[in-house]
């Protein structure tokens, strides 16, 4: 497990506080993995190379994801494809923060994140 100050100091992308509500389907599943399908998170931060989410559900370190991100900033929504990077228990029980790193993601989708990242930063 990484903390996730140790995430903050390999990031190679700039990132920014964004919430959202994500959806997460395991692409790569395990014969005991009981919860097939999408699973709902809440988005912490997003940059062009990843997100943060924060989730009840333990996914295993290098686990392939479909996110797909909704926010009224983006109606069309984002779409990409990463990996667990990192985990971090939360000080709620049974809750985690998650580090996505994206290894697939449209020129649509980055375009989106971009433009995210712009408002953002115009309004901090």
Known sequence: MI???????????????????????????????????????TGCNISEG????????????????????ESPDIPEGIQAVGSVAWISPTTSDDRWCVGIEFSDVGDSALSSIRVLMRQQTRHH
């Open 50 to 69: 990843g997100l943060q989410v924060c989730t009840d559900r333990l996914f295993a370190l290098k686990s392939r994801l479909l996110v797909e991100m």
């Open 3 to 41: 903390s996730d100050t140790n995430a903050d100091e390999r990031r190679t992308s700039e990132r920014i506080s964004w919430e959202c509500l994500a959806r997460l389907l395991p692409l790569s599943l395990e014969p005991k993995d009981s919860l097939v399908g999408m699973h709902r998170v």
